[in-house]
């Protein structure tokens, strides 16, 4: 069985520009989430889906973030325009449905560094 | 609001010496817990879960963890550590059913 998929496993772009990371999660798991890490600093939520729908997005740090789950499968986070903050470590994962976090499965992450 | 709280950023050892990584939280809720480990340039991979039972976990590689619900701690042992085991290590509370509240991190570095 796959893993979670994450890509790109690095990205350098410059303040102002769009980044979109994807994640592909195990194939079968509704709950789909993001988290992110910035520098230093504790792991933190940014939301979840289950399917294609926001559960919750309450971790979302501003509108410049959008999240997406067309079709229940894989998800997109898109960042534009990013600002240097965004820089950090994008993690995914996903679980079945009906375990919810007591059985993650984490993404090898994304690493983005706005300069 | 739950917590979780890493006191040690940084843990030197020395090979085959026992090791303990300290965790605790609060909740005023049941909890369950988590220890994660980040090796360098990898994601992140359970180690072992407490959700109920018996207090001590045995995880991967040989780690455990003992739940201490009067200590509200989740302490990570290991009593003979190696050269591979340099990684971080996070702690981590299920906050509702989904949603993870982690800890800042303790980075482990063994030394030959």
């Known amino acids: 069985e796959a893993g979670v998929t994450q890509f790109p496993s690095h990205s350098v772009i410059e303040k102002g520009q769009t980044v979109t990371l994807r994640c592909d999660p195990i194939?079968?798991?509704?709950?789909l989430y993001w988290y992110r890490r910035v520098m230093g600093k504790e792991i933190k939520f940014l939301l979840h889906?289950?399917?294609?729908?926001?559960?919750?997005e309450s971790g979302m740090p501003n509108n410049r973030f959008l999240a997406e789950r067309t079709g229940g499968t894989y998800s997109t986070l898109k960042v534009q325009p990013a600002e240097l903050e965004d820089s950090g470590v994008y993690f995914c994962?996903?679980?079945?449905?009906?375990?919810?976090?007591?059985?993650?499965?984490f993404g090898s992450g994304t690493r983005l560094t706005v300069v | 609001a739950q917590s979780v709280t890493q006191l040690d950023s940084q843990v030197p050892v020395f090979e085959e010496a026992p090791v303990e990584l300290r965790c605790n939280y609060s909740?005023?809720?049941?909890?369950?817990l988590f220890w994660y480990v980040q090796y360098p340039n990898q994601g992140l991979q359970l180690l072992l879960k407490?959700?109920?039972?018996?207090?001590l976990v045995k995880g991967i590689n040989g780690f455990e963890a003992e739940f201490n619900k009067s200590q509200t701690s989740f302490h990570l042992r290991k009593p003979s550590v190696h050269i591979s085991d340099t990684a971080e290590y996070f702690c981590?509370?299920?906050?509702?059913?989904?949603?993870?509240?982690f800890g800042t991190g303790t980075r482990l570095k063994v030394l030959a």
């Open positions: 909740s005023s809720v049941s909890v369950y």
């Open positions: 981590a509370v299920l906050s509702g059913t989904y949603k993870y509240i």
């Open positions: 889906f289950v399917k294609e729908s926001k559960q919750d």
């Open positions: 194939s079968g798991h509704d709950n």
């Open positions: 994962a996903s679980s079945q449905a009906g375990t919810g976090g007591r059985d993650y499965t």
């Open positions: 407490y959700l109920s039972g018996s207090t």
